[in-house]
């Protein structure tokens, strides 16, 4: 193909060949609405390079909703310039000059992939094509029969084409291919047949058990490390990560060098642990309110949006009843208008349209007032029960820290008696022998050590604090996100709908406007 190319000025995807590509996917019998939609790049969804002589992928990231793209018979040589068409189902970039597969990360819908003909010489770099079905590498530079098992990896690959690579022609690459991949339905165009696949397992049991063994595990540990962070994204959402345990308490310690010395001191150890359980408990008591919480704000927008799709529901239906009704009469004026027998007739069958038409405005314009003002109304209401949801959380929150900060306040206290205690043994030369010299040293005089405890004491009320302030930001930015959201949501709706409102009515007075009135005859 690069030979065809030969004597053609390679080229890049830049705005005007986009553009263009764009407007050839646009049908030209569309009405202006849909003709003005179809042109927007955020609902473009199929489009076509196809012997455009491009060497380098760019400017596709406005297309971000797009499912498919044909970049066949080109001249590129790297796959790059798709990271943000996430969306995408059906890539081909076959017939082109790609030497590394790459790129592909982000593309974890793909499910058809054609890199046919091209000077690959290694099947990599597809990791997270997990729901990749057909998968066409044929007629490239893999010479290396061992490379297909990394397919293995790709559970949903059934169609497979690699027909054409030099490691094609080595004895028993069918079995090979087949043993390795049992999931395939067809191979190189032909479909894999119970007696092939039999004889491939047969014939590598040796080779594939192994493998099977090592995926077994592989899986096993994957499956646990997805239902841990999912657990902890659940608990993310709800605001309560790492609340279910001593994490919290591990944390108010962690890297306090000389308020662990003193955990060797009669008594506090025995003190340590009291104060972990109930703080622990307390942390718990907070896990457990925050997920009942967000189950709660779940059910609270879950229930506004299906009142929300319903009110709309009922509006269109609405909308579909009063445009039905006026297009019966509408299409029958216009017949009278085209017939009509003389200037007058014609005239007076014009005015009656245009007429017809203004009723018509009038009549879905009302009709989108009063959805609008039952929609308002109804976002007020979701915004008093969101306050009310964040306000009560608030509150609760606040007074379970503070029941951690007297915790805290408690252990402190006890804590500092031990000390002044053991400082009192110090100065009396009452301590053992074998106290240790590190810990001895803490004690040389009463600042030191109560500077030592108020020190480590400020730094566990400050974590608790901004454990408590991270939630509370948190409940505070969902509250204002999730109003935002719905409130811009019914802004953008009510004005799609206006814009819509008047481009069909639009559309209508061209039509009339178009109808052809017929000269009188002599």
């Known amino acids: ?35 003005e939609e179809s042109l927007n790049v955020k609902v473009v969804t199929e489009l076509q390079f196809s012997f455009k002589n491009i060497l380098r992928i760019d400017n596709l990231w406005p297309l971000e909703n797009l499912t498919k793209l ?4 080109n001249v590129i040589e790297k796959i790059e310039g798709l990271e943000s068409l996430v969306h995408l189902v059906w890539l081909d970039l076959s017939f082109n000059n790609i ?4 790129g592909l990360d ?6 058809d992939l054609s890199l046919y003909s091209n000077r690959i010489s290694k099947i990599e770099h597809m990791d997270t094509l997990q729901e990749l079905q057909i998968f066409s590498i044929g007629k490239n530079n893999l010479t290396i029969l061992e490379d297909v098992i990394y397919l293995r990896r790709l559970k949903s690959l059934q169609t497979l084409n690699l027909s054409g690579n030099p490691f094609c022609s080595e004895e028993h690459y069918r079995l090979f291919v087949v043993a390795h991949l049992p999931s395939l339905v067809y191979l190189d165009f032909k479909l894999v047949r119970n007696s092939t ?23 096993a540990l994957q499956e646990a490390e997805d239902a841990k962070q999912k657990k902890l994204e659940y608990d993310q959402a709800a605001f309560v990560e790492y609340l279910n345990g001593s994490f919290l308490f591990d944390s108010l310690h962690a890297e306090d060098r000389e308020a662990a010395k003193l955990a060797s001191l009669p008594g506090v150890g025995d003190l340590l642990q009291a104060y972990k359980k109930e703080f622990v408990l307390v942390c718990g008591n907070l896990y457990n309110y925050g997920l009942e919480e967000y189950e709660k704000r779940e059910a609270e927008v879950s229930k506004f949006y299906k009142r929300l799709h319903e009110i709309m529901a009922v509006n269109q239906q609405e909308s579909k009843r009063i445009i039905s009704d006026f297009e019966s009469q509408n299409q029958k004026r216009l017949d009278e208008l085209s017939q009509a027998g003389s200037g007058e007739v014609a005239e007076s069958k014009q005015a009656q349209g245009k007429e017809g038409i203004n009723q018509l405005l009038d009549a879905l314009l009302t009709l989108e007032a009063l959805v609008s003002n039952d929609l308002e109304e109804l976002l007020q209401d979701f915004k008093r029960s969101i306050d009310v949801l964040a306000s009560t959380f608030t509150e609760n929150i606040q007074g379970m820290f503070n029941q951690c900060h007297d915790l805290e306040n408690q252990h402190h206290k006890k804590l500092m008696e031990i000390a002044m205690a053991t400082l009192r043994k110090v100065e009396h030369y009452e301590l053992e022998e074998d106290f240790p010299a590190d810990l001895r040293r803490l004690f040389k005089d009463k600042n030191t050590i109560v500077n030592i405890l108020n020190v480590s004491h400020s ?19 969902w509250q204002i996100s999730v109003t935002g ?3 811009q949501t019914e802004s953008d709706r009510n004005r799609a709908c206006i814009k819509k409102i008047i481009c ?3 559309t209508l007075q061209k039509e009339l406007e178009s109808t052809m009135i017929p000269e009188p005859t002599e």
């Open 1 to 35: 193909m690069s030979q065809f190319f030969n004597t053609i000025e390679p080229q890049i995807i830049d705005d005007e060949m986009l553009q263009k590509a764009i407007e050839e996917k646009c049908p030209e019998d569309l009405g202006d609405i849909a003709r």
């Open 504 to 506: 069909f009515i639009n």
């Open 485 to 487: 959201k719905a409130f």
């Open 106 to 111: 982000t593309l974890v819908k793909l499910q």
């Open 70 to 73: 044909q970049l066949d018979n």
């Open 197 to 219: 696949r039999e004889a491939a397992a047969l014939k590598y049991q040796d080779l594939t058990k192994p493998l099977e063994q090592e995926e077994a595990q592989v899986l």
């Open 459 to 477: 730094i566990r009320l400050r974590k608790i604090d901004k454990r408590e302030s991270d939630m509370l930001c948190n409940i505070y930015q």
């Open 99 to 102: 030497e590394v597969i790459e």
